[in-house]
């Protein structure tokens, strides 16, 4: 039996139960290496995921699907263990945007606009000898490096991948992180789906989740149902409520509504 089919099917199975927190845990179980595993960030202050660092200092490629209806939000982080060396992928106002350094400065790649629409998008970074190639959908853009160094760190050295977000303790341990502002990126809501590493070559590997916070079982979204946010707090759907981000305001409180 296909495995990816397989879970699909099981997690069609699972939208039906009133159990379905349980039921993601099942699936995520069952997907074993993780074959085509799609999952849903609620997109609060701390939620993130956390994959095996790619091994890509001058070849390999990765890959991920992703869907959400915000416009904003950091979709993807890796660094070379806190040195110089960084891939950081997030969504500014609907649009994705690439920051790398890898020792000679950084590079910002832009592409595609709209992203936030609730369909699904496909990126890939691929990186061959001084290239890194960007794609977004059928568009791709490549950063040749120049400098002595284009190597993206060590294989002993380089940091977990990061999906959505970064654990909230490197907020204390910013000098660990090659890029520290990635901590002060909202991070993505949204679904993801399909994270693959390709090597050199040619064979791919569909990668393991190793850590997580703030997956949702389901993308219902209770925000667009009842928004209990003022002041323009960001709504955030969890699996036990709506939470308010209330960062960017000027107020506090569980609704943003205390001065
Ligand atoms: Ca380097």
């Not at 040195?83 to 920051?99: I, M, P, Q, S, T």
């Not at 000098?175 to 993801?192: C, I, Q, W």
Request: with cysteine; hydrophobic share 30%.
């Amino acid at each position: 039996m296909n495995m990816s089919t397989h879970t699909t099917g099981d997690m069609m199975e699972c939208r039906t139960t009133r159990i379905q927190t349980l039921c993601v845990i099942i699936v995520i179980l069952m997907s074993g290496t993780s074959w085509g595993l799609e999952f849903t960030l609620e997109g609060s202050l701390t939620s993130y995921t956390k994959f095996p660092p790619w091994e890509a200092s001058e070849n390999g490629s990765m890959k991920l699907q992703f869907r959400g209806l915000f416009p904003n939000g950091l979709l993807l982080y890796m660094d070379d263990g806190g040195r110089y060396d960084f891939f950081e992928v997030k969504l500014v106002e609907g649009v994705a945007r690439l920051r790398l350094n890898l020792g000679g400065g950084t590079y910002v790649i832009t592409l595609g606009q709209g992203l936030d629409d609730g369909e699904w998008h496909s990126m890939e970074l691929h990186r061959a000898s001084t290239e890194t190639t960007f794609t977004l959908d059928s568009i791709s853009e490549t950063h040749h490096c120049s400098n002595a160094d284009c190597q993206f760190g060590n294989a002993s050295r380089n940091s977990d991948v990061f999906v959505g977000g970064l654990p909230i303790e490197y907020g204390a341990r910013l000098s660990m992180l090659a890029l520290p502002s990635v901590m002060f990126e909202p991070r993505f809501k949204g679904s993801v789906r399909n994270l693959v590493y390709t090597d050199f070559g040619g064979s791919s590997e569909y990668v393991q989740m190793i850590d997580s916070r703030g997956l949702r079982a389901t993308d219902r979204s209770e925000c667009d149902e009842s928004n209990p946010c003022h002041h323009d707090g960001i709504c955030v759907n969890t699996d036990s409520g709506t939470l308010c981000d209330c960062s960017h305001t000027d107020y506090i409180g569980k609704q943003c509504d205390t001065d």
